[in-house]
């Protein structure tokens, strides 16, 4: 047993290294300066060749003001939200900061600090890493802060430090952005709703800030910043710190803040690029946005500018040719996205956001939700039809030449045989954006002239979950999937440009697939920042599956639909899309090195509502054959000048022919001896071919992409043997893609 001499002994040592150590810190450690963090720096982007991009941040956007500048209601708006006690406390909360270690302790966060002052002293930190060292060295300033300045010198360094969003650090900068006014200007309400901006600005601007969390919309946005700012009012006057009149004036009308604006080099596609970007450094290190906004970053990308030059020439010069908001009302509010995408890399090297900030468009369409893809999505239906097959085929893959009903206003199956419901349990109908009866027809022509009634159905026998998992697996991101209804297999689902760019570049790299990625390195003051390295590639469907979609989808370009891109004259693959009451418009496309897709939509800028296109450009409606395709070839020929054709892999035939229930069985083509020679060779050509038929003719690198059984793809060959009556209908409109309650794609 220990003396009691000795026991006394190392209590005393241990007491006195831990009063020494704390007094050596708290010499050691100083206090913070508000000029000192108030400069901030701009973060710099590299174009993929590493010449400059643009140089932006908060390096301009600040200035230190002091306390008689800043409105009382700005001072008394801070203390009722966030530290009542501020006038009397310490300026060091123990108990935060015993929460804060014994969290530590157990290796979670250390949580920020509680009190205004303790705020301050983090605010000057350009690092807001949870640490150990930086959880004391907080501690330590605090209270030498507490000690040591006078609460208004406190007040005045927080307000002139805080981030409120936007790139506004400091109540003056804050002012100019949100409001356009100086800071000593700012109402009471005005003032309690910056204050509500301090408790985040992502999730309290109503702008909203979607490209940082989709949770964060303006919508919900809006809403959490009323309920803040309306708290905060009702603090300060409970707290006695503004009338009875100035809070009645107050609370009567929220503050709604100006829009954003354009910031100096945030021009043209520049600030498409920057947002996208931004969000990629954002999501893929322990960077936080208010750190990020500091600025000192070098951010090393992917876009080229050639490129991007010639995406936006592309958009350009067909708007120039084809929209003109002067001439038809109609032409207003249309908008374009598109994004480039290397296959086997993932590298987004292009893109078209939109006008451009010094326009006022903000929204990167790019980079969007919320425009419905068509039939851009009927290739993913191919794909789990070729990988998985149907509920007849017990996991066998069926061949594009399987034969499905490509008629008009057509029942749509369950599994079991049963007729799909509307809600109000009438039957529900597909149908196609024309009448024309074409009949028993195969897969590979129902993609080249984009008919819906095929793809709805073989949706349902192939289960859309597996066409979900394909287009998932293919890149795809969960949060843009449709309900899967039968509509869900012609397009319902709204992923971004650049991840329809990304999902087709699967197709062109034989089934390998790597995420899209805009950043190849970031750099703070020099020195790399981690967590940045090149997506991994993976198989995402079996090579055969990949290669079969391209050679369907080649046709797509020399026979059907996509028929005006063969201008291009290289190896190109792709799919057009139209959207129900003709509200988007898509084509996306490919060569071996370069995935390219291209929207157009009309979008009300009151709501974000998507508008009809029926009319746009001085024509009855607008397809993804048209405009759309115009752009991306447009493009594609700028971006591939002087690049070799490689064209596409072979495609191996997938032998398993799965018909359609329904479907007739092939009459077996004649067996001629050599001693017979017929009289007359049986014509191919119907006596009679409605003018509006579409030409039956592809062109096959092998003979099985034409032929089955002996019979050509193409042309009339058969009527439904289930024709719907006008009174079976619930709720059909010709031009739509069903019966009523799904929506969906018209070609």
């Given at each position: 047993m220990p003396s009691w001499k000795l026991v006394s002994g190392l209590c005393l040592f241990f007491f006195g290294s831990?009063?020494?150590?704390?007094?050596?810190?708290?010499?050691?450690v100083g206090i913070p300066s508000e000029n000192d963090a108030a400069k901030s720096q701009n973060n710099v982007y590299y174009w993929s060749n590493g010449d400059q991009m643009v140089a932006t941040g908060t390096g301009a956007n600040?200035?230190?003001?002091?306390?008689?500048?800043?409105?009382?209601?700005?001072?008394?708006?801070?203390?009722?939200?966030?530290?009542?006690?501020?006038?009397?406390?310490?300026?060091?909360?123990?108990?935060?900061?015993?929460?804060?270690?014994?969290?530590?302790?157990?290796?979670?966060?250390?949580?920020?600090?509680?009190?205004?002052t303790q705020q301050f002293v983090k605010n000057t930190y350009l690092s807001q890493e949870q640490t150990v060292t930086r959880k004391f060295k907080e501690m330590f300033i605090s209270i030498k802060v507490g000690t040591q300045l006078s609460?208004?010198?406190?007040?005045?360094?927080?307000?002139?430090t805080s981030y409120y969003g936007r790139g506004a650090y400091g109540i003056q900068a804050a002012a100019q952005t949100y409001y356009g006014v100086d800071a000593v200007k700012l109402t009471p309400s005005q003032c309690a709703f910056l204050a509500a901006l301090l408790k985040g600005p992502t999730y309290y601007d109503p702008i909203g800030a979607t490209n940082i969390d989709p949770a964060a919309d303006a919508k919900s946005n809006t809403a959490r910043s009323k309920a803040r700012w309306s708290w905060i009012l009702e603090q300060m006057h409970n707290d006695k710190r503004i009338t009875d009149v100035e809070y009645q004036t107050a609370i009567k009308k929220y503050p709604m803040p100006q829009g954003l604006k354009a910031t100096k080099g945030m021009t043209g596609q520049i600030s498409y690029l920057v947002d996208t970007a931004k969000k990629y450094v954002l999501s893929h290190s322990n960077i936080s946005q208010a750190e990020f906004d500091q600025g000192g970053y070098q951010i090393y990308t992917t876009f080229q500018k050639d490129k991007v030059n010639e995406l936006s020439a592309a958009v350009k010069k067909i708007q120039k040719e084809r929209i003109d908001p002067k001439k038809r009302d109609l032409d207003k509010y249309v908008q374009f996205g598109a994004a480039s995408v290397v296959?086997?890399?993932?590298?987004?090297?292009?893109?078209?956001?939109?006008?451009?900030?010094?326009?006022?468009?903000?929204?990167?369409?790019?980079?969007?939700?919320?425009?419905?893809?068509?039939?851009?999505?009927?290739?993913?239906?191919?794909?789990?039809?070729?990988?998985?097959?149907?509920?007849?085929?017990?996991?066998?893959?069926?061949?594009?030449?399987?034969?499905?009903?490509?008629?008009?206003?057509?029942?749509?199956?369950?599994?079991?045989?049963?007729?799909?419901l509307n809600k109000d349990n009438s039957i529900f109908y597909q149908n196609n954006e024309s009448n024309y009866p074409w009949g028993y027809i195969t897969l590979r022509k129902a993609m080249e002239q984009s008919i819906n009634t095929p793809f709805v159905q073989l949706g349902m026998d192939v289960g859309n979950s597996k066409v979900r998992d394909v287009a998932k697996a293919s890149g795809i991101l969960d949060d843009s999937f449709a309900t899967l209804n039968p509509s869900f297999a012609i397009g319902t689902s709204t992923p971004s440009a650049i991840r329809m760019a990304d999902a087709y570049a699967t197709f062109a790299a034989s089934g390998k697939q790597a995420d899209p990625y805009s950043v190849t390195a970031v750099k703070h003051d020099g020195q790399p920042v981690s967590g940045f390295t090149k997506p991994t590639v993976k198989q995402a469907m079996p090579e055969n599956v990949a290669n079969n979609v391209t050679d369907t989808l080649e046709n797509v370009i020399q026979n059907g639909t996509a028929k005006a891109a063969k201008v291009l004259g290289r190896a190109a693959a792709g799919k057009t899309g139209t959207t129900d009451s003709n509200k988007s418009a898509w084509f996306v496309g490919y060569t071996q090195q370069l995935s390219t897709s291209v929207a157009m939509f009309r979008e009300n800028p009151k709501d974000a509502e998507l508008l009809s296109m029926n009319g746009t450009a001085g024509v009855a409606s607008i397809h993804g054959g048209d405009i759309p395709t115009a752009v991306w070839t447009a493009y594609m020929e700028g971006?591939?000048?002087?690049?070799?054709?490689?064209?596409?892999?072979?495609?191996?035939?997938?032998d398993k022919v799965s018909n359609e229930d329904g479907a007739p069985t092939p009459t077996p083509t004649p067996v001629v001896t050599p001693t017979e020679t017929p009289s007359e060779t049986p014509s191919e050509t119907p006596s009679e071919t409605p003018s509006s038929t579409p030409s039956a003719t592809e062109s096959c690198k092998f003979s099985w992409q034409c032929s089955d059984g002996g019979s050509t793809d193409g042309g009339v060959t058969s009527t439904p043997t289930d024709t719907a009556t006008a009174t079976e209908s619930s709720g059909t409109s010709r031009g739509s893609s069903n019966g009523g309650i799904f929506g969906g794609s018209t070609g």
């Open positions: 831990l009063v020494a150590a704390v007094g050596v810190g708290y010499a050691m600040r200035q230190n003001i002091t306390i008689a500048q800043i409105p009382q209601a700005m001072q008394w708006s801070v203390i009722s939200a966030e530290n009542k006690s501020f006038y009397t406390d310490s300026g060091v909360d123990p108990m935060g900061i015993a929460r804060a270690l014994a969290n530590m302790a157990r290796g979670g966060q250390t949580q920020g600090g509680s009190t205004i609460k208004q010198q406190v007040l005045q360094g927080y307000l002139n296959p086997k890399d993932g590298a987004i090297v292009a893109l078209y956001g939109g006008d451009g900030y010094e326009n006022g468009h903000f929204t990167n369409n790019a980079n969007t939700s919320g425009v419905p893809v068509g039939s851009t999505w009927k290739p993913f239906v191919l794909a789990a039809a070729m990988e998985y097959g149907t509920y007849k085929t017990d996991g066998v893959g069926i061949s594009p030449l399987s034969k499905y009903n490509g008629d008009d206003h057509l029942k749509v199956r369950n599994q079991d045989g049963t007729s799909v971006a591939l000048k002087g690049k070799s054709d490689p064209g596409f892999p072979d495609a191996t035939k997938i």
